[in-house]
């Protein structure tokens, strides 16, 4: 009675210590299953009209307590999550999975205990050699959004194929390709697929840290494996659950596809990022922004690959 | 925001006494450094702005270590000079090209040190100058970050390495791609002494000079340059090159060298 009294007096002046902004932040779960929610992120770029909060996030309720897929851009962020979740769930937040190192889906998880916060040991490395730049790049793109964000590396390094939380058990994928490491997850009793930054819906694919052949392998490894509906990292939930995957690899083809033809017609960079996007993408939210964005990934290194040496021996 | 101001206010105190000649006309922009180049890049020479020089570039800054830019102003007879510049970045002018018998266009990729804007400013042969560009928003450490190859350590391995293409056109120009290997080294970095390309010309089968520029550390490292040369359909390109070391780099584009792509090195 005490201590349940004191954890509540505790939580009202966490609360009312809370940064005025805090509100802004609109977590608006939705509910795609049995016991499962989604809280959708805009389809935007980061920007500081969305705070960053641009990545889907799921919220599960098992037996064993609430569990997170990603926990959003900021420590305010994640903050108002954990409220919005563990007042829907009736349940405390037991783990939180952080899908990749991108900074729109993990860099909230300051908010919470490490000891509980799950990552690909690919992820956890990647963060501790780039979680800092990022963290740089979130604070000027987004300024007070961001106040009191640290970088946190994950305290749990993901070693098995599944967890089971008091009978609702989760399907753990080890994936690569959007980055070095990316995190799915299949949820056994809906069949859900949250596919992290693997699959895009309606929304261009990022490919800031991409490997393109890992990333189609992984595609190819999501499509084959039986599963309901889809919840993508970025864009709507997919009901089918295959129509976005097919989406993002058509994507991922036509651009290599498009970006090796541009070196090879001697286009520039400015050039290659003004090519017409094909009408079969028309619906796709930023598609010119992140074309633009993956031509500067990707140049470089196919003109590397595809021009050829010229160099001389010069005289003495 | 307070800093370059006050440099600002410096640079204009120093400056001011020595201004006898023209003023530059306001600056779309509201760049607080425009006066202070329009002064130290033109000199007397009268400026105007005018959108048909053409300053294109992507949306976004995805990378300010490699922001590409070109400078078109082929809809513009008699140009002799162009000149790319950043005000705000530390090293602003990034390649001053002189394009003898080939068309006003460049394309590159430069360096931002910050919020900046980009400009073309296109000589004609009368003197004048005519100018134009936008505001690119950018992370900061552009030029003051080290180079990859110097985090990697193999710059050295790969330095004098040239690739290029060239590609007939259909008015009869060519175009001519080249890409170097080079850290184009600012000197803004720790312990890193400043170390780049710093001269290029294109020269063709009789010796006739194409184009030829200045470049500076503003360029991106492993500088890649686009230009349309005049020339016969069948002539090799020389191209000529030297750094700040001496080191001299010299690359040949024979039309035989044009295709097929091969695959890999």
Same mark, same amino acid.
Request: charged residues 20%; hydrophobic residues 45%; neutral net charge.
């Given at each position: 009675?005490?201590?349940?009294?004191?954890?509540m007096?505790?939580?009202?002046?966490?609360?009312?210590?809370? +940064?005025?902004?805090?509100?802004? $932040?609109?977590?608006?779960?939705?509910?795609i299953?049995?016991?499962?929610?989604?809280?959708?992120?805009?389809?935007? +770029?980061?920007?500081?009209?969305?705070?960053?909060?641009?990545?889907?996030?799921?919220?599960?309720?098992?037996?064993?307590?609430?569990?997170?897929?990603?926990?959003?851009?900021?420590?305010? $962020?994640?903050?108002?999550?954990r409220?919005?979740?563990?007042r829907?769930?009736?349940?405390?937040?037991?783990?939180?999975?952080?899908?990749?190192?991108? @900074?729109?889906?993990?860099?909230?998880?300051?908010?919470?205990?490490?000891?509980?916060? &799950?990552?690909?040991?690919?992820t956890?490395?990647?963060?501790?050699?780039?979680?800092?730049?990022?963290?740089?790049?979130?604070?000027?793109?987004?300024?007070?959004?961001?106040?009191?964000?640290?970088?946190?590396l @994950?305290?749990?390094?993901?070693?098995?194929?599944?967890?089971?939380?008091?009978?609702?058990?989760?399907?753990?994928?080890?994936?690569?390709?959007?980055?070095?490491?990316?995190?799915?997850?299949?949820?056994?009793?809906t069949?859900?697929?949250?596919?992290?930054d693997?699959?895009?819906?309606?929304?261009?694919?990022?490919? +800031?840290?991409?490997?393109?052949p890992?990333?189609?392998?992984?595609?190819d490894?999501?499509?084959?494996?039986?599963?309901?509906?889809?919840?993508?990292?970025?864009? @709507?939930?997919?009901?089918?659950?295959?129509?976005?995957?097919?989406?993002?690899?058509?994507?991922?083809?036509?651009?290599?596809?498009?970006?090796?033809?541009a070196?090879?017609d001697?286009?520039?960079?400015?050039?290659?990022?003004?090519?017409?996007?094909?009408?079969?993408? &028309?619906?796709?939210?930023?598609?010119? $922004?992140?074309?633009?964005?993956?031509?500067?990934?990707? $140049? +470089?290194?196919?003109?590397?690959?595809?021009?050829?040496?010229?160099?001389?021996?010069? &005289? @003495? | 925001?307070?800093?370059?101001?006050r440099?600002?206010?410096?640079?204009?105190?120093?400056?001011?006494?020595?201004s006898?000649?023209?003023?530059?006309?306001?600056?779309?922009? !509201?760049?607080?450094?425009?006066?202070?180049?329009?002064?130290?890049?033109?000199?007397?020479?009268? =400026?105007?702005?005018?959108?048909?020089? *053409?300053?294109?570039?992507?949306?976004?800054?995805?990378?300010?270590?490699?922001?590409?830019? %070109?400078?078109?102003?082929?809809? *513009? %007879?008699?140009?002799?000079?162009? *000149?790319?510049?950043?005000?705000?970045?530390?090293?602003?002018?990034?390649?001053?090209?002189?394009?003898?018998?080939?068309?006003?266009?460049?394309?590159?990729?430069?360096?931002?040190?910050?919020?900046?804007?980009?400009?073309?400013? %296109?000589?004609?042969?009368?003197?004048?100058?005519? =100018?134009?560009?936008?505001? =690119?928003?950018?992370?900061?450490?552009?030029? #003051?970050?080290?180079?990859v190859?110097? %985090?990697?350590?193999?710059?050295?391995?790969?330095?004098?390495e040239?690739?290029?293409?060239?590609?007939?056109?259909?008015?009869?120009?060519?175009?001519?791609?080249? #890409?170097?290997?080079?850290?184009?080294?600012?000197?803004?970095?720790?312990?890193?002494?400043t170390?780049?390309?710093?001269?290029?010309? =294109?020269?063709?089968?009789?010796?006739?000079?194409?184009?030829?520029?200045?470049?500076?550390?503003?360029?991106?490292?492993?500088?890649?340059?686009?230009?349309?040369?005049?020339?016969?359909?069948?002539?090799?390109?020389?191209?000529?090159?030297?750094?700040?070391?001496?080191?001299?780099?010299?690359?040949?584009?024979?039309?035989?060298?044009?295709?097929?792509?091969?695959? !890999?090195?």
């Amino acid at each position: 009675m005490i201590l349940s009294r004191r954890a509540m007096l505790g939580g009202m002046a966490s609360l009312a210590a809370a +940064p005025a902004r805090a509100a802004d $932040y609109v977590i608006t779960p939705v509910v795609i299953g049995d016991g499962i929610w989604m809280v959708r992120g805009a389809d935007e +770029p980061i920007e500081s009209r969305n705070g960053g909060a641009i990545a889907n996030i799921a919220i599960i309720a098992t037996p064993a307590g609430t569990v997170l897929w990603e926990c959003g851009p900021s420590l305010r $962020y994640a903050r108002a999550l954990r409220q919005v979740a563990e007042r829907l769930t009736g349940a405390r937040i037991v783990r939180v999975y952080v899908s990749h190192l991108h @900074p729109d889906h993990g860099m909230g998880l300051a908010a919470f205990d490490p000891a509980i916060v &799950a990552a690909l040991p690919g992820t956890i490395a990647a963060l501790a050699a780039q979680g800092q730049g990022y963290a740089d790049g979130m604070y000027r793109l987004l300024g007070d959004w961001m106040r009191g964000t640290d970088l946190i590396l @994950p305290g749990r390094a993901i070693m098995t194929a599944q967890e089971d939380f008091g009978g609702r058990a989760l399907r753990l994928l080890a994936l690569s390709g959007h980055s070095s490491a990316d995190l799915a997850l299949l949820d056994e009793r809906t069949g859900m697929l949250l596919g992290g930054d693997l699959v895009f819906n309606d929304r261009a694919p990022s490919t +800031p840290t991409a490997v393109l052949p890992a990333w189609r392998a992984s595609l190819d490894q999501l499509q084959v494996l039986p599963h309901g509906a889809l919840l993508p990292g970025h864009g @709507p939930i997919d009901p089918a659950g295959i129509a976005a995957i097919a989406q993002t690899g058509d994507w991922l083809n036509w651009l290599e596809g498009a970006l090796t033809q541009a070196v090879r017609d001697g286009l520039d960079m400015v050039e290659a990022g003004n090519l017409p996007i094909p009408d079969r993408f &028309a619906q796709m939210a930023v598609a010119r $922004y992140e074309m633009q964005r993956s031509v500067s990934h990707l $140049y +470089p290194g196919l003109e590397a690959s595809l021009l050829p040496r010229i160099d001389v021996k010069s &005289a @003495p | 925001m307070r800093r370059p101001t006050r440099l600002w206010v410096a640079l204009m105190l120093m400056l001011a006494p020595a201004s006898a000649g023209a003023i530059p006309p306001a600056d779309p922009l !509201g760049s607080p450094m425009w006066s202070a180049h329009a002064r130290t890049l033109f000199g007397d020479d009268p =400026v105007r702005f005018d959108p048909r020089v *053409i300053v294109s570039f992507p949306m976004i800054a995805e990378n300010q270590r490699a922001f590409p830019v %070109v400078i078109d102003s082929r809809g *513009i %007879v008699g140009v002799r000079r162009m *000149i790319l510049l950043a005000d705000l970045n530390p090293i602003p002018v990034a390649i001053d090209y002189r394009p003898a018998h080939a068309a006003p266009y460049i394309a590159t990729r430069i360096k931002l040190d910050q919020r900046t804007p980009v400009r073309g400013a %296109v000589q004609l042969d009368s003197g004048q100058w005519l =100018v134009s560009g936008g505001w =690119v928003d950018a992370a900061g450490g552009g030029c #003051s970050a080290p180079p990859v190859s110097r %985090v990697k350590g193999d710059w050295a391995d790969h330095l004098g390495e040239i690739r290029g293409e060239v590609w007939p056109m259909a008015n009869g120009q060519r175009r001519v791609r080249l #890409s170097f290997r080079h850290p184009m080294d600012t000197g803004l970095v720790e312990n890193i002494a400043t170390y780049h390309l710093e001269a290029l010309s =294109v020269i063709d089968g009789a010796g006739r000079l194409l184009g030829d520029m200045d470049i500076w550390a503003s360029v991106s490292e492993d500088p890649a340059i686009t230009l349309l040369v005049d020339s016969a359909a069948d002539a090799t390109l020389r191209v000529a090159a030297r750094d700040t070391n001496g080191r001299d780099y010299r690359a040949a584009l024979t039309p035989a060298r044009q295709s097929p792509m091969p695959g !890999g090195r």
